[in-house]
């Protein structure tokens, strides 16, 4: 089974400057996250989707930040525009999802986007 | 609030057993997790804990749960080179959607 699949693995952007990346879940996963990990800290969530409706985003940074889940397949996740703040490796995860008994309470990730903002 | 404090550094000797501890504030929380992060990857899910069970054995893994006192602990049992890592704890929100992580500890295996 193929995992968690993310593009691209590194970015360097200016500041003010805009970024997208862009996340494919596991097969078949209906609940997709992305997290914001900068270093040194856990990862923290940004926002939520369950299919192609959002679940949670609280914590994403609206006036910046903006994620689509179309299909409820993949997702994009952009910033618009980049702070320095914004340097962390931005790590997407799936979930089989609510109403898949036990297993919905596993998250799995992909390898991350490291972006660096300068 | 939800919060999860763990220890930032373990250093152990190959074949030594690790213990890896964290504290957590929600006393909801209904699942809590252990991931390993090694250098340059993403998380990977060792093993998590329903809230009604005090252990969970997987293979060298021993996991710990006392309830009343909020801490959780990871055992790694003849710890290897390999199980170098940052090890992050992690508990459900009380939505009960995404995790809440701690900081990570960073386990140094040395030969």
């Known amino acids: 089974e193929a995992g968690v699949a993310q593009s691209p693995r590194y970015k360097i952007i200016e500041k003010r400057q805009s970024v997208a990346f862009w996340c494919n879940p596991i097969?078949?996963?209906?609940?997709l996250y992305w997290y914001q990990q900068i270093l040194g800290q856990g990862p923290k969530l940004l926002i939520q989707?369950?299919?192609?409706?959002?679940?949670?985003d609280s914590q994403l940074p609206k006036d910046r930040f903006s994620a689509e889940r179309l299909k409820g397949v993949d997702s994009t996740l952009k910033i618009q525009p980049a702070k320095l703040e914004d340097s962390a490796v931005y790590l997407c995860?799936?979930?089989?999802?609510?109403?898949?008994?036990?297993?919905?309470?596993?998250?799995?990730f992909g390898p991350g986007t490291r972006l660096t903002v300068t | 609030g939800e919060d999860v404090e763990q220890s930032l550094f373990l250093s152990v000797r190959e074949g030594d057993s690790s213990v890896i501890n964290c504290t957590y504030t929600?006393?909801?929380?209904?699942?809590l997790y252990w991931y390993k992060q090694e250098p340059g990857a993403g998380l990977q899910l060792l093993t998590y804990i329903f809230s009604n069970m005090d252990m969970k054995q997987d293979q060298r893994l021993t996991v710990l749960l006392n309830k009343k006192d909020k801490h959780l602990s990871l055992r790694i049992a003849d710890t290897q080179t390999g199980d170098s890592a940052i090890y992050f704890c992690?508990?459900?929100?009380?939505?009960?959607?995404?995790?809440?992580f701690g900081k990570g500890t960073t386990l140094s295996v040395s030969s």
């Open positions: 097969s078949g996963h209906a609940t």
């Open positions: 929600d006393s909801s929380s209904t699942y």
């Open positions: 992690a508990e459900r929100n009380q939505a009960g959607t995404a995790l809440i």
């Open positions: 989707f369950q299919n192609n409706g959002v679940v949670d």
């Open positions: 995860a799936s979930s089989p999802g609510l109403l898949a008994g036990k297993s919905s309470y596993e998250q799995y």
